[in-house]
């Protein structure tokens, strides 16, 4: 099973407004988002500041704050937010039946 | 007489609400190009499906909801075949054939065969007792069980269990809701929303049980009851599967035409086969599937367009929800995710019930959820279906359509102006704006000074924004800012939300944002660790502490270091060790591979990059030697450094290493509003540095020097001495009562060295030393908060707990998924 879309596991196993991750060999670590509307993001679990893992920061409305140094890192673009400047590469990402699913090329190019 | 002979045949698979309606556009069009034939599962007429609720609740009768009677098929020439299902297609010789033995040829087929309701896979889903809520034979049996009175438990607090749960309880059953997600209607409700619905139908009696996950139905020849996975078994005679529906899509994939989520279709509606034709729910159109009726209708018009041959094509829907409970006013529509430079606006009435909150993007709305007040529900789904531009109406778009478009008042400024002095400016308090102007002319310059003058926003906030319009309108420029607000979510400062928070005995932190008007949806990273603190203090053993309002070292009880790793400290009691623990250490050490472990400055054993994935078993290994976490992440006790005092040294006085241990085993696991360091010096020479320690003695000939609010951090601070005693007992008691006093008054990440700077010693001195009645209240109420606070949270994640913090959640090998493939 390869297609476009990869099958990461069911939505309920990342906590509402948390994050789970995804370690991609060798690669970059991606880092799965659950706000508390229930939308998922992913992004690669590296903030563009000095690469905090974004995956354990407090996730409140649809951004997240990097547990580092508390850069607020929006999670639809991955633009750090206020007056900081840096951006996080997103990987597109949906719900299938209760699945999730990330795009596969998106996660191999944030591999490489 | 019309000739059947010329006229194509359509036969349609569903008599529901999308096949009919199909055909009524159909014949709109034109009446005489299909002779029309419908099969139809149930035995009824074409009826309105979502009327079913009212049906239940006893507010409808069947034959109120009927849409096509039989004199319509009648009328229109059309063969109705009910209660006779459709079994099979065969594609190849263009027919159907029916459970009855009936085989029909078509020139076109239309399958509209709906969605069946999702059945649990759990052990008793097939006992006599359990009912989906999709059709009239189960709203028969919902009341039939109901006539029989009894318990009833609704699995899924979506929409059709809500409504399910709504009518059951009207009929007299005694309902309980299971929801596997924490809130009510997740998919169309934020969490302010899902928290007032959930409210609104406890007080009508319903049990609402959120993040309960069913594991069995049980019952011998019948349903007697359900069991979680948890153990709580909830009595049942009838239980409702409401948790979710799937596309009926069996028949067309038996014949082998395309299907995913449901049956594949374009934007004509036509299937993999460009004679069959597929509507309603059973469809997936550009990779969705809808749940609700408005698509269907947006769906057969389209369709009608191909059939006659003037093709106009479906684009998707976009889809708005009302709850029909009657009493309750729930809607939401469109796409909350936001995203890209997507702003939440929020309004909060907690006085008349009322929460709405809009999502713009780029000056058009995009999203809304209103709870309590949906009269303007339906402007909102038009403005956000036509993608109106709004930037005119933002500042008042929250306001509602009323307001927004009342004689161009798009200046809120203008409009507040505009408003007669007799207005009620303030609910709670029932100020006028004459009054606020009148408390701002006698020199109330700042919010504050108006909430101290005229109370106007002093209980809710709701109305801040209107205060804060009205000091702009009188003073202009000379408006003072207030003191510092708890962060940009709300108007309230730390205190006013803490005495709010025990004055309105609020029990949760959607509770707390809805009743304080926070602006944001969930909140923002300063305000939720602090709400999450404040609650824990004011309910000890019943606030249920959440994880994800806690900075990462407090979630994942570990410190998280610059790379990523963590560091991990285990207590020692009062800086004291053993052999057996350093080996412990030491094995975790080579291991895990951990590349330091370091002495801290608090007189203790840090071990320093261990990976999340690793955190468990590495408490695992040190809590089998008997060792329990440090919580040198903590906002809370960290570590009782001691000298070693009269035991050993020439100059001590008193076992100053045994008050330390005591100090420590009675006052590690409490959470407090930063972190809070103890120290036990066994003479002056204060070896263990007491006079810097938030707490701290220094052993005297004649007792116990305590010291408080002493600081070696950023600012440099030294203790005050608080009081002098003469017995370890009586060194315990104070520090008890000091340390309840710091959690119950100190704003969230204040150490005791910048409070007692803000309060004053005198204060401190005044509650703990003067006033013995307070100092044994303020005691007994730490003691009782520590029955519920020590347990060591490693032990209980080395055996599975919070798993989802540790592991990752699936792995991603490139090379090997290009094998497979
Ligand atoms: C490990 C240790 C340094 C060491 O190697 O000795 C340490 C390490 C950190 N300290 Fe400290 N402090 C350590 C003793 C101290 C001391 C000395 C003491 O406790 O006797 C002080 C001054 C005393 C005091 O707190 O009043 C100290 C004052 C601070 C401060 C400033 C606090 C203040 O109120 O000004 C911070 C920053 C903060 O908490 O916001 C801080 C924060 C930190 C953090 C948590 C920084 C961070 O957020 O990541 C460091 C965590 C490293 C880790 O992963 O373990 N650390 N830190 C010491 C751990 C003691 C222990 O066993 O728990
Ligand atoms: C209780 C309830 C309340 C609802 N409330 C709302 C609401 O408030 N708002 C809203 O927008 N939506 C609501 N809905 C959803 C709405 O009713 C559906 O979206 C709509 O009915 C779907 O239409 P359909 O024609 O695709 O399916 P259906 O209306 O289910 O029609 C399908 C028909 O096909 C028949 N059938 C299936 N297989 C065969 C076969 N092999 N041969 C012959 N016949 C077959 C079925 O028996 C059924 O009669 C509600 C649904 C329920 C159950
Ligand atoms: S003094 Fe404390 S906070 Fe600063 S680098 Fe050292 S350990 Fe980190
Ligand atoms: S690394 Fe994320 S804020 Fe510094």
Known sequence: MTGEWLDIGWLEEIPVRGSRTVPVDGGEEIALFRTGDDKVFALVNRCPHKGGPLSQGIVHGHSVACPLHNWTIALATGEAQGGDRGCTPIIPVKISGGRVLICRASTLRAAA | MIDHVERLHLVVIGNGMAGCRAVEELLARDARRYRVTIFGAERHVNYNRIMLSPVLAGEKSFDDIVINDADWYRANDIALIAGDPVTAIDRASRTVMSRGGRVVHYDKLLIATGSDPFIIPVPGAALPGVVGFRDMSDVDAMLAAAERGGDAVVIGGGLLGLEAAHGLSLRGMKVTVLHLMPTLMERQLDEAAGWLLKSALEARGQTILTGADTAEIIGADAVEGVRLKDGRVIPAQLVVMAAGIRPNTALAREAGLAVDRGIKVDDHLVTSDPDVLAVGECVEHDGQVYGLVAPLWEMCRALADGLVGQPSGYRGSVTSTKLKVSGIDVFSAGDFAGGDGAEDIVLRDASRGVYKRVVVRDDRLVGAVLYGDTADGAWYFDLLRKQEDIAGLRDVLIFGQAFAQGGGQADPRAAVAALPDDTEICGCNGVSKGQVIACIGNGAASLDAVRAGCKASASCGSCTTLVGQLLDLTLGEAVEAGPKTMCKCTSFGHDDVRREIVAQEMRSIPEVMHKLHWSTPDGCSSCRPALNYYLLCALPGDYRDDQ??????????????????????????????????????????????????????????????????????????????????????????????????????????????????????????????????????????????????????????????????????????????????????????????????????????????????????????????????????????????????????????????????????????????????
């Open chain 2, 548 to 821: 994800q309002s806690r900075f990462v070292n407090e979630r994942m009880h570990a410190n998280i270091q610059k790379d990523g790793t963590y560091s991990v400290v285990p207590r020692m009691w009062g800086g004291i060790t053993t052999p057996g623990e350093l080996r412990a250490i030491a094995d975790v050490v080579e291991k895990y591979n951990a590349p330091m472990v370091k002495v801290t400055g608090g007189q203790r054993l840090d071990i320093f990059g261990i990976r999340k994935e690793d955190l468990p078993a590495v408490w695992a290994d040190l809590n089998a030697a008997g060792m329990v976490s440090g919580h040198a992440y903590g906002k809370a006790l960290r570590t009782v450094k001691t000298c070693v005092g009269a035991e050993w040294c020439r100059f001590g006085t008193q076992d100053s290493t045994g008050l330390g241990v005591k100090l420590e085993r009675g006052f590690w696991g409490s959470w407090m509003p930063h972190k809070f360091k103890m120290a036990v010096s066994g003479c002056p020479r204060n070896c263990a540095e007491a006079t810097i320690k938030d707490f701290g003695v220094i052993c005297v000939d004649s007792g116990y020097e305590l010291h408080v609010g002493g600081n070696g951090g950023i600012h440099i601070r030294a203790t005050d001495l608080l009081v002098k005693v003469a017995t370890e007992t009586e060194a315990i008691h104070y520090a008890a009562a000091f340390v309840q006093l710091y959690r119950e008054e100190a704003r969230y990440l204040e150490r005791t060295a910048p409070w007692i700077e803000r309060v004053g010693l005198a204060h401190v001195k005044d509650r703990i030393v003067e006033d013995a009645a307070g100092r044994d209240a303020l005691a007994a109420r730490f003691w009782h908060a520590q029955t519920f606070s020590q347990d060591d949270p490693w032990a209980e994640r080395a055996v599975g707990k919070a798993r989802e913090q540790h592991a990752h959640m699936a792995a991603f090998n490139p090379i090997r998924v290009e094998e497979i493939a």
